[in-house]
């Protein structure tokens, strides 16, 4: 019986070990495991934020930004989007985002259920409220008071809650349309010899040395003759101006897309001290995650119904009609809101407008 007593404990010593043992190996190979997560998790911000800290940032705090009064079917409207202010900056200065006409001023919206993007290009020449009943164009609120005036603008006088904005001049849009191989574009004859007057002036600016473009279908374009082509405003005025602008970046976001990580790597290092937001790391990663889901939907120009026409000294000037309207129809585009009720802002504006132009 003692054998026997003894034999047991020594078969359950032995056991016991071989536990211990293989527990003490799943702890290992769990701190191991957990060791490679956080240096890969490491690594990969180290990564975010060496790109991140290229960017020229203007620090603009959320709730020093304002909006109007919405409405309850306004903001639920507007909850399910991110909606970001792109600007393009007639600047001949690299790097100066603090000030400069915004010549190019599109609202942004990203359905966050379905990743569809959506463009309103808002008219330089708009006649609306800059800042405190002063009107003026559009483009000029962003020379007065920079981005953050600039979306105010916007949200004053559009009904929008936007808080973030990304802005980029000629150089910028120049190198990235060159780092992904150029693009492909439909240029009528009329368009072609403008483009080629453009080339010269975009060329000193950046200092390239970009040829002359033919008319055609699908003709193959360089970051110059593009960004060009883009500042055409003889034919069609400035609504086809900023049309040529959208096509160019929806050419652009489609290219990106089927770019290979090591492309858009050099893509990043290129642009993004070119670029200036207020977006945070955080809000841009989120973005970046949701990347492949992103595709380009309908894109329009703002105001929909206008009349191109002087007012007083302020010379040519496109006037909404009328203001409210107009802001209707944007939110049934842009957030397919058709429960959207103007502002009393919106309103007020609107009526403001119509004394002032007549229109």
Not at 57 to 80: A, H, M, S
Not at 311 to 327: A, F, H, K, T
Not at 334 to 340: H, K, V
Request: glycine residues 8%.
């Amino acid at each position: 019986m003692a054998r026997d007593r003894e034999r047991y404990e020594e078969g359950h010593r032995k056991k016991k070990k071989k536990t211990n043992r293989r527990k003490k190996q799943k702890r290992k190979v769990i701190l191991v495991i957990a060791a490679i997560l956080l240096a890969l998790i490491g690594l990969v911000f180290a990564y975010a934020w060496s790109k991140y800290g290229k960017l020229g940032r203007i620090d603009i705090k959320d709730k020093d930004v304002k909006v109007n009064d919405l409405t309850k079917d306004t903001e639920k409207g507007l909850k399910g989007y991110e909606s970001i202010a792109l600007f393009g900056l007639d600047n001949r200065s690299t790097g100066n985002f603090e000030s400069g006409n915004s010549d190019t001023i599109i609202v942004v919206s990203i359905n966050k259920k379905t990743g569809e993007i959506k463009m309103a290009s808002v008219y330089r020449d708009t006649y609306l409220d800059i800042e405190n009943d002063k009107f003026r164009k559009a483009n000029a609120a962003y020379a007065n008071g920079g981005p953050k005036q600039a979306m105010e603008m916007l949200n004053k006088n559009l009904d929008l809650n936007i808080t973030d904005y990304v802005s980029v001049d000629f150089n910028a849009l120049v190198d990235a349309i060159d780092l992904l191989g150029g693009i492909e574009l439909d240029i009528t004859e009329e368009e072609a010899k403008w483009l080629n007057g453009y080339v010269v002036e975009t060329n000193k600016v950046t200092g390239h040395n970009s040829g002359t473009v033919s008319a055609g279908t699908n003709v193959h374009v360089d970051g110059v003759q593009a960004t060009s082509y883009a500042r055409i405003r003889y034919v069609g005025l400035d609504y086809q101006r900023t049309e040529r602008q959208r096509t160019v970046i929806t050419k652009m976001f489609e290219k990106a897309k089927s770019c290979d990580i090591f492309t858009l790597n050099s893509l990043l290092d290129e642009m993004l001290p070119q670029i200036s937001t207020s977006l945070s790391m955080t809000e841009m990663l989120g973005l970046a995650g949701n990347v492949a889901k992103y595709h380009m939907g309908e894109n329009t120009g703002f105001p929909f119904d206008k009349e191109s026409h002087d007012v007083g000294s302020l010379g040519d000037m496109v006037i909404p009609i009328d203001l409210e309207s107009n802001v209707i129809q944007l939110h049934q585009f842009l957030y397919t809101n058709e429960a959207y009720t103007p502002s009393e802002t919106v309103k007020n504006l609107s009526a403001t407008i119509r004394a002032n132009t007549g229109y």
